[in-house]
DNA sequence: CTGCATCCGATCGGATACTG
DNA sequence: CAGTATCCGATCGGATGCAG
């Protein structure tokens, strides 16, 4: 049974502009979590190397994601000088920050997407998913 | 000075969809999170409540995500015998566990997007905006 | 009060092909 | 290897008006 009695939580700050907006705008494209994610939890931080581990992405969009999220600063585009040239894509600070959402989101659906996620559709925590220590780091 | 000597971070258990997908593939849709939050944490849960708080969403639009949270199990609809008619949406188990993935969205925005969210532009942690200790709950 | 119907312009992103 | 260029259909959601 779920209770309800629980009373409005406001902020005790006055907002001109909501941050979950702001955020959820550059962060709510196709994609752009997912790019972030190849980045800085994968280490796939190459341009094929993204798009080899991500079905359905193409690299026009692809090229569109790493435009804006470079232009947002989430991440740096690290050029080693080399032939053929290679190019990585590193998160920045604030990139990294973004991580915690991130985790949020597998959490919830490794609980509520577990038929579409998992082959025995059984829910999983995130500890379930990721005992390792370093993942601590963001949970 | 940010270091970037962290190895990749793997599931332990072998996926066959995408957790984050998933959810954002309902939650990512533009406004969903904020009615999302206007009933749980504002508790703002009738029909034109929402249109009042929420600039910009139209009746329209309203209408539809209502409709795609309540078939999706985020939310029900508790209709109060009345004249005139009495509707009220409330969350869901599965629609409360997207109030942390909100807090974290906050937390993101009023760190990097203070100067769109503030008044004096500053940053501030989700301590500084829900002080209350009702708000332990989702952090 | 709580929506739905219709219309429509804008945006988004997928397909495909091509380049330094 | 790391992207661009062009094209185009699909979707999305804003405006407006109406209804139970």
Redesign the interface.
């Known amino acids: 049974m ?1 209770q ?1 009695t ?19 705008g550059v ?2 494209r ?1 994609w752009t ?2 790019i972030l ?1 190849n980045i800085g ?3 796939k931080e190459r341009f094929n190397q993204m798009l080899d581990v991500t079905p359905g992405l193409t690299p026009r969009v692809l090229s569109m994601r790493l435009q804006e999220l470079e232009r947002d600063g989430f991440i740096k585009r690290i050029e080693e000088n080399g032939t053929p040239k290679i190019v990585r894509w ?5 990139g ?3 991580l ?3 985790v ?10 577990a038929d ?4 025995d559709k059984k829910p ?1 925590t995130i500890k ?5 220590k ?2 601590r ?1 963001y949970l």
């Open positions: 779920k309800n629980i009373p409005p939580l406001l902020p005790v700050v006055p907002m001109k502009a909501c941050p979950v907006e702001s955020s959820m962060l709510g196709k979590l997912l994610r939890v994968f280490k590193e998160l920045t600070e604030k990294d920050d973004t915690p959402i991130l949020k989101l597998v959490e919830f659906g490794a609980k509520w997407f579409k996620v998992f082959e999983r379930q998913l990721f005992p390792q370093e993942a780091r």
